[in-house]
Structures are given as C-alpha cells and as structure tokens.
C-alpha cells in the first residue's frame, strides 16, 4: 500500500522517527491521517467522527473501549463516534496507518443519497478490528483519493465503494446494547455538556445527580467507559478541536472550553491527538498561529 509522505510542519513537535501528516477535504469535512509512531502513541481520547482506518506497517496496539486490539497490516479499523481509544506501538520498529475521520453529518447524507438504512440507524460496528481485504482496500482507496487530493469522480466513487462496504459491519438495531446510563448518570453529564467551560467540582456533580460521591463516580465510569474528570477533558477536546478547524485562535478556543491557557490546551491536546493546536488549525485551515 502505498504511503504518502508526511508535512513537516504536521510533525514539527514529535521525535524525528514520528510523523503525523493531516489533511482535511473542504467539501466532505473529512479528515484524512497518515501517522508513524513507535512506543506509546496517543493518550485515550475520542472523536465526534466515525474513524476508519488501515495499519499499513507494524503492529498497531489499541483499547477501544474495554477491550485490547492488536492491528496488523492488511487490517481495517472500525471506531464508532464517542468510543475511547488509545495507541501503542508494542515493537521498536513502531507502526504506519492511515485513518479517515467521518462527520456524521456527511454520514447521515450520504446514507440517504445512497439509501444505506444501516449507515442511516448507525450506533456501532460489530467489530473494531476486521480482516477484510476488500473492505480494507476500499478505506485505504478512498484515503487516498482524499489525501492525496484526486479529482472528484475518483474521489466520490471511492467514497462511495467504502460506505456501501461499511454498511455490511454495522449492527443490526435488533442487536444494540441497551443504553446502561440511568437518569442520574445522564443529568451529571448533560451538567457537563453545559457547563464545559467551567470549573465544575465533583460536588456540583452530586447535587445534580443526586447521587454521592462514590457511586456517581463508580457508575459513571462503568456507564461511559471513564471518570467524570477524564470524560469532561475529552468533552473539551473535541469541542476545541471542532473551533480549532473552523480557524478559532488556540487561545480563545483555550478559553471558550475551560482550560487554563493555551499552554494548558496544548498539553492536552497533543497528548490526545499527537499534534499541537496550531498545525491542526493550519491543517484545516491554511491559517497560521502561534502554537
């Protein structure tokens, strides 16, 4: 599979083995990544999108949820919006992959141009990891017909091709997992949908929920996978990210989701994304920052 070559200015920030080259496509709001890493890759963090993806070289370690995925080449990688992941590279000689980042609303019209129901009804793969020659090599087409910026026939019908393919990894309605979140759960959340700009304590949690302390923070983490602190810093980060490539300056964007500075965004931001506030909003923009 062919790999393209990585922006230095996308990599500026990472050891000289590593390299993070981000695109993103004007028309669709798709986000096409190319990414080498070697040791631990990225902190766990989640994306609005529907991520799609290809390991091209190594092997790829991830959680997704609450299970350990070992990625190989050839393979397809299949995170549904909202699902926490990590990254790690287990070998020295770390991995390649190349990812598609999906927005749901071009989801939503492309199931309805293509009648896809099952795209339509999305709520999640029934696999993260697929061994699926076509299915790869239609993600890793359609990446670089994006990436590589194709006319727009190759482009559609790439595009296109990887959805219908797609449609068949979703499951069924009749097989969803009931929601596990109980109002009390879902009140302290929406509080922090809210209120994510500011200095939210656990008490204000309580007083929402009405739970105490240590059952709210037990069943919000069995129902949404992580700690309430852990799920409102990633609640910023995809807010931020959101601003960050509409062409939000780093430090308004800092301030409008409730981290300290900018150098605080920063930090958490390239933990998460391997990649600084400022070359993401250049990524997606052409405008330039400080970072």
């Known amino acids: 599979m062919e790999n393209p070559s990585p922006d230095p200015a996308s990599s500026s920030a990472l050891p000289r083995r590593e390299w993070v080259d981000l695109r993103r496509d004007d028309e669709s709001g798709i986000e096409s990544i190319s990414a080498h890493f070697s040791g631990h890759a990225y902190d766990p963090h989640a994306h609005d999108e529907m991520l799609v993806g290809v390991t091209l070289q190594g092997v790829q370690r991830f959680r997704c949820g ?18 926490i992941h990590d990254g790690h590279a287990p070998h020295e000689s770390g991995f390649t992959y190349a990812m598609l980042y999906l927005p749901q609303p071009w989801l939503a019209a492309m199931a309805e141009h293509l009648q896809l129901p099952a795209v339509s009804r999305f709520a999640a793969f029934d696999q993260t990891l697929h061994d699926d020659a076509p299915l790869a090599q239609a993600i890793h087409r359609a ?4 990436h590589q910026r ?24 009749g097989r969803q997992r009931s929601a596990t979140a109980s109002p009390a759960l879902q009140r302290a959340r929406e509080l922090m949908h809210a209120k994510l ?36 810093v990633q609640l910023r980060l995809r807010v931020a990210r959101r601003l960050l490539a509409r062409g939000a300056d780093p430090a308004q964007v800092a301030a409008d989701t ?34």
Not at 150 to 173: N, T, Y
């Open 197 to 232: 700009a500011e200095d939210l304590s656990l008490e204000d949690l309580v007083a929402c929920s009405g739970l105490d302390r240590f059952r709210l923070t037990r069943q919000f983490s069995a129902a949404f996978g992580s700690s309430p602190h852990a799920y409102l």
């Open 143 to 146: 990446f670089l017909a994006l």
């Open 66 to 83: 609450r299970a350990l995925h070992v990625s190989t080449p050839g393979k397809s990688i299949l995170i549904e919006p909202g699902a």
């Open 150 to 173: 194709e006319g727009r026939l190759a482009r559609d019908e790439s595009l296109d091709r990887m959805l219908v393919l797609l449609a068949g990894r979703i499951r069924e309605p």
């Open 258 to 291: 409730g981290f300290a500075d900018q150098s605080h965004l920063g930090r958490w931001f390239r933990r998460a994304y391997r990649i600084t506030p400022a070359a993401y909003r250049r990524a997606c923009t052409n405008v330039l920052a400080g970072s």
